[in-house]
């Protein structure tokens, strides 16, 4: 692409207001199609924020060797899970991509080589919660994968290089959950709508008040943090998506929770929005 398109692709995403920037606790697949207070609050978020030109998600369920960005004009929907029934699988979430803001993202990002990807498409991290965000699917969604080699500062500092986009109409969306724990969750507590054992209640407590602290040294070292949030974040897969969001605050932005509970006992729901 030569200089004169990338400089009209830029201003074309030109924007006045900084648009918000949202993690999203996205939990069991099923919220796809299930009615529930998490999918209620989904679809009043999407009516409350400013319309975006595009989104670019951060999901759990993309880990690489590397940084990708998908850059496919129509990404395909990926069922990216087992056991669930066939009304799931036979969901399409048929939004375009943007080539172009893949590009961009491309040509921004410093700290990393982001490679060009044509084959991922879009997992359940991403399009099992913007369908309720966003149902017509005409807005573009592109992804941007966790290179599983970075440290989480690393993740950080990647981040904060995204931070120009939130004026060009571009809504980031981290996708995952605070505390994750599939080996913990208690079955026989799936139809209890706030059950969370001591421990994960205690976790989602402790990241709450660090986020509204604005502690980012604890929450990037979030290892240190003890055994109630070492059993919460078992693996960083779920949980980096939420430095990707906290990374983009800007200096005295509002931080809002909503679908703050847990469910199954490890598993929160809990999101924010941010600005």
Same mark, same amino acid.
């Given at each position: ?89 036979? &969901? ?5 991509? $943007?080539? @172009?803001? *893949?590009? #961009? ?6 700290? =990393? ?65 605070? &505390? ?5 969750? $208690?079955? @026989?507590? *799936?139809? #209890? ?6 421990? =994960? ?75």
């Amino acid at each position: 692409m030569n200089q004169r398109k990338l400089k009209d692709l830029f201003e074309s995403h030109e924007s006045t207001d900084p648009m918000p920037v949202l993690f999203v606790g996205h939990g069991n697949p099923m919220n796809a199609i299930e009615e529930n207070e998490f999918v209620l609050n989904w679809r009043t978020l999407g009516r409350s924020i400013p319309r975006p030109k595009a989104i670019l998600c951060i999901s759990a369920h993309w880990e690489t060797n590397g940084t990708f960005v998908t850059a496919m004009p129509r990404p395909s929907t990926i069922h990216d899970f087992g056991g669930f029934p066939q009304k799931l699988y036979d &969901v399409q979430y048929p939004a375009p991509g $943007s080539p @172009e803001l *893949a590009f #961009e993202v491309k040509h921004n990002v410093m700290s =990393a080589t982001v490679g060009l990807d044509e084959k991922w498409g879009l997992d359940h991290g991403s399009w099992s919660v913007i369908r309720n965000i966003y149902p017509e699917a005409d807005i573009p969604v592109i992804e941007l994968s966790m290179d599983y080699n970075l440290t989480p500062m690393k993740h950080y500092e990647l981040a904060k290089e995204l931070v120009q986009f939130r004026k060009k109409g571009i809504l980031i969306i981290g996708s995952g959950n605070i &505390v994750h724990n599939l080996r913990m969750i $208690s079955w @026989e507590h *799936a139809n #209890e709508p706030e059950f969370g054992f001591d421990w =994960a209640l205690r976790a989602n407590e402790i990241f709450e008040s660090l986020i509204l602290d604005n502690n980012l040294k604890d929450l990037i070292n979030y290892h240190a943090l003890g055994r109630e949030v070492q059993m919460a974040v078992p693996s960083p897969d779920h949980f980096i998506p939420l430095l990707y969001a906290l990374a983009l605050k800007r200096e005295n932005e509002s931080t809002l929770f909503f679908n703050d509970k847990l469910v199954m006992g490890s598993l929160s729901m809990t999101s924010m929005r941010i600005g």
